[in-house]
């Protein structure tokens, strides 16, 4: 009978042991999992544009006066200081030689009277009176030898004629636009970039368009400047130039589509199940999984784009090949030891077993 007793007691002692096993590997949530995946090799970002001359100006006389000749029609190409337009120079020819023989009469007077001055013979007031009137007269010399010149209108860079506002024997006023050119320099991309991008341009690494009518083309771009405050509609003005290169480029007025590329660290893009994210204190975050400890960690992400099949393209946060949780999310806890959901059978068609 004492036997019977010491077997029956171990027995229940082994089943008591074996249901406490089961009901600690019961108390292990299961979770499914994820491998993290690289999204692309270099993640890139792209906006419409328009080509602009690298400048488009409208040229003016500083002086008034009749045209007397037009020396460039529309469309023609120019190189820089060549004469556009003239205006009939021949009042400010005669005023200026008036002024010359005024000035050479002056400057004589003054050095007779400097020449005195250091001999002592006339007072420090009559040199003063000689010095201030060389230098009145002088000044007023230069500004009629600069009329004389400013008759003239000359190009100020090589370019094109792009449109002629007056005609010859017509009368135009001082700063009133006569021609106007665009720059044959390299010319530029303008595009709007939205503030997600503004703040973090320092990542762009490089800059390249591509225009419609040169299919599988790229033109190089270097950056020229963003404007710091947003337009009306929050966007960020943007200036790139075209580099030059040995293909022919595109033409002021075209459209572009404007390709940004992103430093490394910001082009190694991942993408997870959307399922795997959920929200904790106001941030977006997943479930790591550490299989050495099988513990779950949570952190934060940032997200970056939807994706069709229900994933969701990650810029920060996580790197390829960590292992995320993708079902369960709400239920866990930091640090939590989790089982995992076994692999379905590739003969359990639909996971039905």
Not at 12 to 41: M, N
Not at 135 to 161: C, R, S
Not at 170 to 198: D, L, Y
Not at 279 to 289: F, I, L, P, T
């Amino acid at each position: 009978m004492k036997k019977y007793v010491i077997i029956t007691a171990g027995f229940a002692v082994a089943l008591s042991a074996c249901i406490g096993k089961k009901a600690g590997e019961a108390a292990l949530q299961t979770v499914k999992t994820d491998t993290v995946r690289i999204y692309g090799e270099k993640q890139k970002i792209t906006f419409p544009g328009r080509i602009k001359a690298a400048s488009d100006v409208s040229l003016s006389f500083k002086v008034s006066g009749t045209i007397a000749g037009i020396y460039a029609e529309e469309g023609d190409y120019v190189k820089k200081g060549q004469m556009l337009v003239e205006i009939d120079p021949r009042d400010y020819a005669i005023q200026l030689s008036a002024t010359e023989a005024e000035y050479m009469r002056v400057k004589a007077e003054a050095e007779r009277v400097a020449e005195l001055y250091r001999k002592g013979s006339v007072t420090p007031n009559d040199y003063d009176k000689a010095t201030y009137g060389l230098k009145q007269i002088t000044a007023k010399y230069d500004a009629h030898k600069n009329a004389v010149n400013d008759t003239k209108l000359l190009a100020p860079f090589d370019g094109y004629i792009q449109k002629r506002f007056f005609g010859k024997n017509e009368t135009t006023g001082a700063g009133i636009p006569v021609i106007s050119m665009i720059n044959a320099g390299a010319p530029e991309v303008e595009i709007n970039i939205p503030s997600s991008e503004f703040i973090r341009r320092d990542k762009f690494e490089s800059f390249n368009c591509t225009v419609d009518i040169y299919p599988g083309k790229e033109f190089p771009l270097e950056l020229i400047g963003v404007a710091p405050k947003a337009n009306l509609n929050q966007l960020y003005a943007m200036r790139l130039r075209m580099k030059n290169t040995d293909k022919p480029l595109p033409s002021p007025g075209m459209t572009a589509t404007v390709i940004i590329r992103l430093k490394t660290e910001e082009s190694e893009m991942v993408c997870i199940p959307y399922s795997a994210l959920f929200e904790a204190n106001d941030r977006s975050s997943v479930w790591v999984y550490d299989p050495d400890v099988q513990t779950v960690t949570i952190r934060a992400v940032r997200l970056h784009t939807v994706l069709g099949g229900g994933l969701m393209i990650i810029s920060g946060g996580l790197k390829a090949g960590e292992i995320v949780i993708s079902a369960g999310v709400h239920s866990l806890r930091e640090g939590e030891k989790v089982k995992l959901l076994p692999p379905v059978s590739p003969t359990n068609t639909g996971g039905l077993l």
